[in-house]
C-alpha cells in the first residue's frame, strides 16, 4: 500500500475534526446544563419574560440546556460564581469589581452596546419635580434610596460623588440612607415619598428604570393617575461608568468559553426578537469586553471601601 501526501493530510484533517468534535462533544458531556444569573433591576416576573427568550437562545446556539436564575441580590451571584454553580452571569460593574477583589474566578467576555454606540451609563440622584430641592445641599437630614451595597450606580458611585461634595458619611448626612434592593424599588420609593431622593442609573433620556417604569405604568401619583417624565428631576450627575459585564467563569473549557462568547456577539442578527425583548429595543449589541476593563472601578470599590473603613473607626 502507498501512502501518499495526499492521504496523509486526508488523515490529518480526519483527525483534527474528531479531536475538535470530541473536544465539543465533552464541554456538553461535562457542562449538560448551564447556569445563567441575573440580578432583578426589576420585579421578578418582569426579569423572566425579559430573559427568557435569550436564554432560550443560547441554548440552541450552545447546544446545552441553559437555566435562567433571578439571583435575589448581587452578593447571591458573586457567590454562585465562587461555589461554580453559575457559570455565566450578568454583573453591574462594581458587583463584577467585588467578585475580582474577593477572589472569584470570574472573567468578563461582553458589554452592553447602547443604542447611540456608546458602552457606558450614569449614576443619578433623582428627586420629584414638585419637590423645593434642586441640590444635595438641600437634602441634609431628609431620607435618601439607595438600591443594593453591591450596586454600581445605586450605592458605590453615588458614595463617591457624595465624598467628592465633601459628604463622606452619607448615613450621618441624611436623616436616613434605606437599601430598597432593587434599581425599580428605589424609584418607587421616590414616587410614593418614602424617600426624598433616590440614587439610580440613567443612560439617556429614553434609556432609564425610570423610563421603563413609565413605559410600563408602574408610577402612579396619589389620584391614581399615570406619572410622567416631567414627574421627576436629576439633581446630579455622575462622570460616566462603563456599562456592566456579562461574565463566565475562568475554568470554563476555552471551547466553550469561545462558544458562550459568539453566542452573545451573534444574537443581535440570529434572534433579533430574543435580543431587543433585553433593553426594549434600547441596545445595539453587545461589545467585546475584558476584565481588565473594570480594573478603575476596582479602584472605585476600594475608595468606596476606605471609606466605610474610616466612618467605623
Not at 452571569?89 to 462594581?94: C, E, K, L, T
Amino acid at each position: 500500500m502507498t501512502i501518499d501526501r495526499r492521504s496523509i493530510l486526508l488523515a490529518a484533517a480526519t483527525l483534527a475534526l474528531t479531536a475538535s468534535t470530541a473536544l465539543a462533544q465533552d464541554y456538553k458531556t461535562k457542562y449538560p446544563e448551564l447556569t445563567f444569573a441575573v440580578v432583578p433591576a426589576e420585579n421578578a416576573s418582569g426579569v423572566t419574560e425579559r430573559w427568557t427568550p435569550f436564554v432560550a437562545y443560547l441554548s440552541k446556539e450552545l447546544g446545552v440546556k441553559v437555566n435562567l436564575r433571578i439571583a435575589n441580590d448581587y452578593a447571591a451571584v458573586i457567590e454562585g460564581q465562587r461555589a461554580g454553580n453559575i457559570q455565566i452571569a450578568s454583573y453591574g460593574s462594581a458587583s463584577f469589581a467585588r467578585a475580582r477583589l474577593t477572589g472569584v474566578k470570574t472573567d468578563a467576555f461582553a458589554n452592553d452596546i447602547n443604542a447611540d454606540g456608546s458602552t457606558g451609563y450614569y449614576s443619578v440622584f433623582f428627586v420629584k419635580a414638585a419637590s423645593p430641592y434642586k441640590s444635595i445641599d438641600e437634602l441634609k437630614g431628609k431620607n435618601l434610596g439607595l438600591v443594593d451595597p453591591n450596586s454600581t450606580s445605586g450605592n458605590n458611585v453615588p458614595r463617591f460623588e457624595l465624598d467628592k461634595m465633601g459628604i463622606s458619611d452619607a448615613e450621618a448626612y441624611f436623616g436616613k440612607v434605606v437599601f430598597t434592593g432593587s434599581h425599580e424599588n428605589a424609584v418607587l420609593a421616590l414616587a410614593q415619598g418614602t424617600v426624598d431622593v433616590a440614587a439610580n442609573q440613567w443612560t439617556n433620556e429614553d434609556d432609564s428604570t425610570l423610563q421603563q417604569m413609565l413605559h410600563k405604568g408602574m408610577l402612579k401619583n396619589a389620584d391614581g393617575s399615570a406619572m410622567k417624565k416631567d414627574d421627576f428631576r436629576i439633581i446630579h450627575k455622575s462622570a460616566p461608568i462603563i456599562n456592566g459585564p456579562y461574565a463566565y467563569n475562568s475554568d470554563l473549557p476555552e471551547d466553550l468559553k469561545a462558544a458562550i462568547a459568539k453566542a452573545f456577539m451573534d444574537a443581535p442578527t440570529k434572534d433579533k426578537a430574543a435580543f431587543d425583548r433585553l433593553s426594549d429595543g434600547q441596545k445595539k449589541g453587545f461589545h467585546a469586553a475584558t476584565t481588565k476593563d473594570w480594573d478603575g472601578t476596582i479602584e472605585l470599590i476600594k475608595f468606596v471601601d476606605a471609606l466605610r473603613k474610616k466612618k467605623a473607626s
